[in-house]
């Protein structure tokens, strides 16, 4: 539940035209940027809050119960804000962002928006779109292996390990046990389980003239 200084909540009930929105972002290394659609820069929470990066707000979903929301928001390219090599090197991956709404003639005045995680910064030509994940978009996130007939590991990485100068890399892999056997001879590697009882398992019964010594149906 959001908390509205009475004050704020008199101002934003009457219109009031001195409201704006701020945007904090805290990289992961401890960087704090701060980004405002105010036509002035402004000092908030002890930030420069910048006002020529072009900063606005997109659509935002605010997630029911344990559902996860999300938002956006783009602006400009700012070689002294958001630098295309700093989003190149992936510095702002994992980015949290902060959205409040301001009263610039009073910054101490403000209500939090919502909060988020970049889960994608794209370049569009001169400027940027942020696709922010809500709190709750971590709980849909898979943790840890998952048991599957299909191998989980990507061609060329150190749980697969073949090599980028095997002849059928170009071929790319299918993930599937018969391809890593048959096409790279890597089956020691194979992440997947491939003996893992599917829905066809449950209509299985026995049949005369089938064998039924307890081996895997495979062999």
């Known amino acids: ?26 990289r992961r290394d401890g960087a704090r940027l701060g980004f405002t659609d105010h036509d002035r820069d402004l ?13 606005t707000a997109g659509a935002a979903d605010a997630g029911l119960g344990f559902v996860a929301g999300g938002a956006s928001a783009s602006g400009g390219l700012d070689s002294e804000a958001l630098a295309e090599a700093d989003i190149v090197a992936g510095l702002y991956d994992g980015c949290t962002v902060e959205c409040r709404r301001v009263d610039w003639s009073e910054p101490a005045l403000f209500v939090r928006l919502w909060t988020g995680t970049i889960s994608r910064l794209k370049r569009e030509g001169g400027a940027f779109v942020a696709e922010i994940e809500g ?20 061609l060329g990485d150190g749980r697969c390990g073949v ?4 002849p059928a890399f170009g071929e790319g892999c299918d993930k599937r046990s018969s391809t890593c056997s048959e096409r ?36």
Do not use: Q
Not at 12 to 20: F, H, K, N, Q, R
Not at 140 to 152: E, I, K, N, P
């Open 184 to 219: 790279f001879n890597n089956l020691l590697n194979f992440r997947g389980f491939p003996d893992i009882p599917g829905e066809d398992f449950l209509t299985v019964y026995p049949a005369k003239g089938e064998r039924h010594d307890g081996k895997s149906r495979r062999g």
């Open 163 to 166: 090599a980028e100068a095997h």
């Open 135 to 154: 709190p709750l978009a971590a709980l849909d996130r898979v943790a840890g292996s998952t048991f599957g007939r299909l191998c989980d590991a990507n």
């Open 43 to 55: 000092v908030h929470d002890g930030l420069a809050c910048r006002a020529a990066s072009g900063w």
């Open 1 to 26: 539940m959001k908390v509205v200084p009475s004050p704020l909540a008199a101002r934003i009930e009457s219109g009031a035209a001195t409201l704006a929105h701020v945007w904090l972002l805290t």
